[in-house]
């Protein structure tokens, strides 16, 4: 007679857990690398026009050292153009040789900065 042994040989659902805790780590591994470089594009464009801000800056401030209306007048508002952007400046003389800039700046990508600065004549 054959003996029958308790012992199961059907093996089929036996690869079923690793493979779903293999493939849950490898769709978290994605999303989580998805979501950084995306995060990361942001960072850098925020970045890019930052810098783009504080160059119009030092043009506009030039710029304003080289008209010399502020010598003509005690407060007033100038208006630049750059490649980059356009500038609202807004000066003020604040005591002898030194003036206060407010400085309204939009980029070209429509990105708006508000900075205040001193310029020393």
Same mark, same amino acid.
């Given at each position: 007679?054959?003996? +029958?042994?308790?012992?199961?040989?059907?093996?089929?659902? +036996? +690869?079923?857990? +690793?493979?779903?805790v =293999?493939?849950? =780590? =490898?769709?978290?591994?994605?999303?989580?690398? /998805?979501?950084?470089?995306?995060?990361?594009?942001?960072?850098?464009?925020q970045?890019? %026009?930052?810098?783009?801000?504080?160059?119009?800056?030092?043009?506009?401030?030039?710029?304003?050292?080289?008209?010399?209306k502020? %010598?003509?007048? =005690?407060?007033? /508002?100038?208006?630049? /153009?750059?490649?980059?952007?356009?500038?609202?400046?807004?000066?003020?003389?604040?005591? %002898?040789?030194?003036?206060?800039?407010?400085?309204?700046?939009?980029?070209?990508?429509?990105?708006n900065?508000?900075?205040? /600065?001193?310029?020393?004549?």
């Amino acid at each position: 007679m054959k003996e +029958f042994s308790l012992r199961m040989n059907n093996e089929r659902g +036996f +690869f079923l857990p +690793f493979v779903l805790v =293999i493939t849950i =780590i =490898i769709f978290s591994t994605v999303t989580t690398v /998805t979501l950084i470089y995306q995060n990361e594009r942001k960072i850098s464009y925020q970045l890019w %026009e930052q810098m783009k801000a504080e160059t119009l800056v030092q043009m506009s401030k030039y710029t304003f050292l080289q008209e010399g209306k502020y %010598e003509e007048q =005690i407060n007033g /508002t100038s208006f630049y /153009t750059f490649p980059s952007g356009d500038v609202s400046v807004t000066y003020s003389r604040s005591a %002898e040789q030194e003036y206060i800039l407010l400085l309204d700046i939009t980029t070209d990508n429509n990105e708006n900065f508000k900075i205040k /600065t001193i310029v020393l004549n």
